[in-house]
Nanobody
Framework: QVHLVQSGGGLVQAGGSLSVSCAAS????????MAWFRQAPGKEREFVAG????????YYEDSVKGRFTISRDNHKNTVTLQMNSLKPEDTAVYYC????????????????WGQGTQVTVSS
């Protein structure tokens, strides 16, 4: 079983930057795909970004391409989402998730989840 603990996030004005991080415990982290999802009030949880076990393959949701960067450190068992040029529509609770094998945009294919971190972007 892998335990994911998130940190970061907060409140920022539009155009600003924030990062959210996820620390994993457990021996499967370095061989697992990691992803970030988000859920805005009244909306379904959606895929934001993901990367494979060694960080070489990444995938982004179209609205965040060029603004968000996902990265991982397999020595520290962490994954980070750096968010730049933030927009009010990026406001949501952000979740990290872990999955065996490859990246998936389907939340139901992820076995482990972080506790969620609020990101609020004011206009």
């Amino acid at each position: 079983q892998v335990h994911l603990v998130q940190s970061g996030g907060g409140l920022v004005q539009a155009g600003g930057s924030l990062s959210v991080s996820c620390a994993a415990s457990g021996r499967t982290f370095s061989t697992s795909a990691m992803a970030w999802f988000r859920q805005a009030p009244g909306k379904e949880r959606e895929f934001v970004a993901g990367l494979n076990w060694n960080g070489i393959i990444t995938y982004y949701e179209d609205s965040v391409k060029g603004r968000f960067t996902i990265s991982r450190d397999n020595h520290k068992n962490t994954v980070t989402l750096q968010m730049n040029s933030l927009k009010p529509e990026d406001t949501a609770v952000y979740y990290c998730a872990l999955r065996d094998w490859d990246i998936s945009t389907d939340q139901f294919e992820y076995a482990s989840w972080g506790q969620g971190t609020q990101v609020t972007v004011s206009s």
